[in-house]
């Protein structure tokens, strides 16, 4: 990619329980040029996964995507964000529980903040889930790259156990109900 299409990407970042499960499904999107694993939100500098792991650093496991908004807007990112994940439990995704496993919306810009805001009201408004929704949205906070092997997960290990029960569907969900977002030429 050239400086000047690097320039016009933007960042957004999202914690929506596992970062192997957020960053599959993000990685298939049209407009996404890039989406990295990694730790924010808590209150050490440089965790690693085994601290994490324990819920005592504050961090949640997060991705941070690179996407060009000629091509996919933040709105749509936001509706891919809550279509795949539950949104109304606290600190957990599936079997996944902790605070590290959070629903949380890291705002980049003023712009963002108040679109995610509006956005999850609107859900709210229209009782798509039928739980209160609980994704906390809050200010971009330092984000630390995860381990080398956290790092494009799914497409390197897909035929692992957790691949195939816990993020297989959110790739099928996705195939299902954005196959207009896809990225075919990936």
């Not at 984000?143 to 993020?167: G, V």
Request: with cysteine.
């Amino acid at each position: 990619m050239n400086e000047q299409n690097k320039d016009s990407l933007e960042t957004a970042i999202f914690a929506g329980g596992c970062f192997w499960c957020t960053e599959a499904v993000f990685q298939r999107l049209n407009g996404v040029q890039e989406v990295t694993s990694g730790y924010t939100g808590g209150t050490i500098k440089n965790p690693a996964y085994r601290e994490i792991c324990t819920g005592r650093t504050g961090h949640a496991e997060a991705i941070k995507i690179e996407f060009d908004p000629t091509l996919i807007s933040y709105e749509e990112l936001l509706e891919v964000f809550f279509a795949t994940h539950d949104p109304t439990t606290l600190n957990r995704q599936g079997n996944d529980v902790g605070t590290q496993y959070r629903s949380e919306i890291f705002y980049t810009n003023r712009e963002q903040e108040k679109k995610a805001g509006e956005f999850i009201a609107l859900l709210e408004r229209e009782n798509v889930f039928s739980s209160p929704i609980v994704t906390a949205i809050s200010e971009e906070k330092e984000f630390y790259l995860a381990e080398e092997d956290h790092q494009n997960y799914y497409n390197d290990n897909s035929n692992q156990p957790y691949c195939q029960f816990i993020i297989d569907p959110k790739i099928k969900k996705l195939n299902k109900y954005f196959s207009n977002k896809l990225n075919t030429v990936k």
